[in-house]
């Protein structure tokens, strides 16, 4: 030790001290209350203060507010956006560089609250259609906010906002439905809210606030339909347009009815059979030996001790499984079941090797049937077969793992009976409309020979898919690692069972959520998804564009399509708030009619793709018009909501002040304090063992050319 420099004991106690706190895990922290003197002055130049001739007496009084002794003043413009005012005259703050053709209340107090004042004062009418909570905004800064009101009352008003339900629901279901409502003015009022001959009735606040009000409906009849919510009028509401609102909703069959349908029932029925009751909105009834007639209630005439038919049936089954039928015995079964199917029913017909389709059946098929062929046939998915969700290809749009088939993991077939098709276009990828299956379409073809295995027609209003391949029965052995998972063939049945079930529907549909606005007021958009199988489909990329209309107002230039000329919009891509549901909001669209165009694609989002290397899938669109009106929304409500600026002010410990009635001193407004916090770890700090690390590499270094080591 003799010789050692005092430095190089100090270096070794600060590492020791380092182990020590690491080792025991001692946390420091320090804590003190920083009491800033700034008071920001938030002055309001939108153009409903102007419109009501407010703007110079605003003005005027933010140079002369009373503030405590020693506060110094930082003084902010706001309207769309909150910025520094420059320090020059009131005038010229009034014209500030700022759009004022909103007034977003909330996100300027945002703005503020991020440079730490001791105290804000919000010298506005109190008019705010802005997206951010101004109450909540307030209650954030964590220091009091005054807010001076300027302007005669305005006139109060109640709106419905929106109306919260899924895509898609399923009769006879019950289903939650989210109303909600805004209100302001009302000095503790009742109102009623009307949802499909349900009525609830709420309470009415002199602040502007939300409140979500539930509803519980049974759909019972299929079908699209729209769902209105309305808002009873009250006396002296503003506006009376916004106190209703509808949404589309795709109400699909709560069950769908089977008739399963087989010459001579084997062990791979049973399998089939078994995936069709996996899925609880499918009820199966079996025809087994099919003689005589089929009548609408499916009675048994007795005409075959052999025949199972359904009792007690309220209607004819939905869908027909023809499992490797022989058409023969008496022709007014199968005449019966190919009149069904033509009339709208569905049909999966599955070719084994002895199917013998008659006149009936094969013409349901819409094509002719070829000679068994045996072999080794791998499944490979096509273009117009990746627009269903079951398949493992899709596994991106989100469904549920025990409803994805991956080809990859399912047996070859062993067999073919090849559909000489009657449509030119299978095959060729030619889809009519976008988002659907065409005519004729192929969905897997085998990788050997690029044959037909499955294929998706029509045969008049009804839908039919034929798969040419077989033993589909082998795909019922689900993997033996996840034996609470479903199997392909259970998927497979249960999602092209619904899709034959479901007839005349589009897969998705765009609305506005107001078809009138105002000049400036922002248009949320909503696109709902449903996929073929009648379920929400999600996890899709879609993007939205509108074009304004040729005769709408301040049109120039030539159009790029008949009708229409460009709006200049760019496609926004929307997100999706829930199962099948995507949204987004546009802003600052001139007035004129508008054309709004959502286009829908399967896999990543645009960012995703440049990253990923994925190649996108156009599945469809949907369009839908609106109208924006010249009457900008800053006017539509004019004059002082001083029941928002109270709910302001006492949300965050202010006052509030009308403009005639202010205070003479600066006593009344009293600044606040914020609470800082220093918390030291050494256990999570990363730079306290960097510097242990540090210093002892010095020590060494400094003891190794001292000669000490």
Do not use: C
Not at 253 to 268: E, F, L, Q
């Amino acid at each position: 030790m003799r010789g050692q420099s005092p430095w190089l004991l100090a270096v070794r106690i600060v590492i020791l001290l380092l182990f020590a706190s690491v080792f025991v895990g001692a946390v420091f922290t320090q804590v003190w209350t920083e009491r800033p003197r700034r008071v920001a002055v938030l002055l309001d130049v939108s153009e409903s203060v102007s419109a009501v001739g407010a703007e110079s007496a605003a003005a005027a009084i933010a140079d002369g507010l009373p503030f405590p002794v020693g506060a110094a003043r930082q003084e902010w413009v706001f309207a769309d956006t909150a910025v520094r005012a420059e320090v020059q005259s009131p005038e010229s703050k009034v014209q500030s560089r700022i759009e004022v053709g909103r007034t977003r209340i909330g996100a300027a107090l945002k703005t503020v609250g991020k440079t730490r004042p001791g105290g804000v004062v919000l010298l506005s009418d109190g008019q705010d259609n802005g997206e951010v909570d101004a109450v909540a905004a307030a209650r954030g800064i964590g220091v009091p906010v005054y807010t001076v009101g300027f302007g005669g009352l305005a006139k109060r008003n109640a709106s419905i906002e929106q109306v919260l339900l899924p895509a898609v629901v399923y009769s006879g279901d019950t289903i939650g439905v989210q109303l909600r409502v805004a209100a302001a003015g009302f000095a503790d009022e009742k109102a009623r809210v009307r949802l499909r001959g349900e009525t609830r009735e709420i309470e009415l606040g002199q602040a502007m606030a939300e409140q979500d009000i539930p509803f519980r409906l049974v759909f019972d009849k299929p079908g699209r339909q729209v769902i209105e919510a309305r808002l009873d009028s009250l006396m002296g509401e503003g506006n009376y347009a916004d106190n209703k609102r509808g949404v589309t909703v795709d109400v699909r069959p709560g069950r769908v009815r089977v008739a399963y349908v087989t010459n001579r029932p084997r062990p791979d029925a049973r399998m089939m059979l078994r995936a069709l009751g996996s899925d609880e909105r499918i009820e199966v009834e079996s025809l087994i030996s099919v003689t005589g007639g089929i009548s609408g209630e499916w009675e048994d005439r007795g005409q075959s001790p052999g025949a199972l038919v359904a009792r007690d049936s309220p209607r004819f089954p939905d869908v027909f499984i023809l499992d490797d039928i022989v058409e023969t015995g008496s022709p007014e079964v199968w005449q019966s079941i190919a009149d069904r199917v033509r009339a709208g029913a569905g049909a999966l017909v599955l070719a084994g090797p002895d199917f013998q389709p008659g006149q009936s059946v094969g013409k349901v098929l819409n094509g002719t049937v070829g000679r068994p062929q045996t072999g080794t046939f791998t499944p490979e998915l096509t273009a117009e077969g990746g627009v269903l969700p079951w398949w493992g290809a899709l596994r991106a749009q989100g469904h549920d793992s025990r409803d994805i088939i991956d080809l990859g993991g399912v047996p070859p077939f062993t067999g073919l009976r090849p559909l000489n098709l009657a449509d030119s276009r299978a095959g060729t990828g030619d889809s009519p409309r976008a988002g659907t299956v065409p005519d004729g379409a192929v969905w897997l073809v085998a990788q050997e020979n690029n044959a037909p295995l499955m294929v998706a027609g029509k045969a008049g209003k009804g839908r039919v898919v034929y798969v040419a391949a077989y033993p589909l029965w082998r795909w019922g052995f689900g993997p033996e690692e996840k034996p609470e998972q479903g199997t392909p063939l259970s998927a497979f049945v249960a999602g092209v069972v619904r899709y034959l079930a479901e007839r005349d529907t589009s897969p998705f549909w765009l609305q506005a959520d107001r078809p009138d606005l105002y000049r400036g007021q922002p248009v949320r958009l909503t696109t709902r998804a449903v996929a073929a199988d009648g379920r929400p489909w999600t996890r899709l990329s879609v993007l939205v564009k509108t074009t304004r209309l040729a005769d709408s107002p301040m049109d120039t230039g030539d159009s790029p399509h008949p009708g229409t000329v460009s709006s200049g919009t760019v496609p926004v891509p929307m997100t999706e708030t829930s199962a099948g549901v995507y949204e987004a909001t546009l802003e600052a669209l001139g007035p004129g009619r508008y054309h709004a165009v959502a286009t829908v694609e399967t896999g990543d989002s645009p960012s995703e793709r440049s990253t990923r290397g994925t190649v996108p899938v156009f599945v469809g669109k949907a369009t839908t018009d609106f109208a924006v009106a010249d009457q900008p929304l800053e006017l539509a409500s004019t004059g002082m909501n001083e029941g928002l600026l109270r709910a302001i002010s006492e949300a965050s410990g202010g006052r509030f002040f009308r403009s005639d009635s202010l205070p003479r001193d600066g006593s009344e407004i009293v600044l606040g304090s914020y609470q800082r916090r220093f918390v030291f770890d050494p256990r999570r700090a990363v730079w306290a063992y960097v510097l242990i690390a540090l210093l002892a590499g010095a020590e060494w270094l400094l003891r190794r050319r001292r000669g000490m080591l």
